[in-house]
Antibody
Framework: QITLKESGPTLVKPTQTLTLTCTFS??????????VGWVRQPPGEALEWLAH???????YYSLPLKTRLTITKDPPKNQVLLIMTNMDPVDTATYFC????????????WGQGTVVTVSS | AAQLTQSPSSLSASVGDRVTITCRAS??????LAWYQQKSGEPPKLLIFDASTLESGVPSRFSGSGSGTDFTLTITGLQPEDFATYYC????????FGGGTKVEIK
């Protein structure tokens, strides 16, 4: 059974850097074809894709946010990290991580999400 | 990168109704389209991928169709648990979500 869980600070100040951790089980990020992505959702708004990373270190970023995002993986720890710099109140959102496998063009299993508020 | 436009943004329907939601891509995305259901306070749940393939465990009243730029999600025989927000999603080298369609009780 695949599970993912997001963790990180619930409150960050404007201009600070946010680091979120996705800890997963039921799959390995060393298996060919496997990937993990991050998606966020501001309160009452639509889903917004941020980034994803594959078993072979191939990474993709949302173009509008590319200069602020870094996604990395730590397979022995079964973790994927998302780093977002220069946080702003508009970045207040629920942040989700999700599993993907090549051949299925979708995120098929999602974490419950973690709420991040940006405020001074 | 393709952008996705969903319509309508919201709709009211009754239990038992047939509901159709459309998603239009700004460029040809072949069949690389997925549909998700999201209930308040929960993560999205994958319903359909590759435009028309039902995810394992999803009831057969959900169906998807389309290719290229025009896609449809249909719920045949709306159930009480189907009142939620639905999102389309393109997953290629770029990734994008539609703006969502909220299905409310009439």
């Amino acid at each position: 059974q695949i599970t993912l869980k997001e963790s990180g600070p619930t409150l960050v100040k404007p201009t600070q850097t946010l680091t979120l951790t996705c800890t997963f089980s039921g799959f390995s990020l060393t298996t060919p074809g496997v990937g993990v992505g991050w998606v966020r959702q501001p309160p009452g708004e639509a889903l917004e894709w941020l980034a994803h990373i594959y078993w072979d270190d191939d990474v993709y970023y949302s173009l509008p946010l590319k200069t602020r995002l870094t996604i990395t993986k730590d397979p022995p720890k079964n973790q994927v990290l998302l780093i977002m710099t220069n946080m702003d109140p508009v970045d207040t959102a629920t942040y989700f991580c999700a599993h993907r496998v090549l051949g299925k063009d979708a995120f098929d299993v999602w974490g419950q999400g973690t709420v991040v508020t940006v405020s001074s | 990168a393709a952008q996705l436009t969903q319509s309508p943004s919201s709709l009211s329907a009754s239990v038992g109704d047939r509901v159709t939601i459309t998603c239009r891509a700004s460029q040809d995305i072949s069949i690389s389209l997925a549909w998700y259901q999201q209930k308040s306070g929960e993560p999205p749940k994958l319903l359909i991928f590759d435009a028309s393939t039902l995810e394992s465990g999803v009831p057969s009243r959900f169906s998807g169709s389309g290719s290229g730029t025009d896609f449809t999600l249909t719920i045949t025989g709306l159930q009480p648990e189907d009142f939620a927000t639905y999102y389309c999603h393109v997953f290629k080298s770029y990734v994008a979500f539609g703006g969502g369609t909220k299905v409310e009780i009439k």
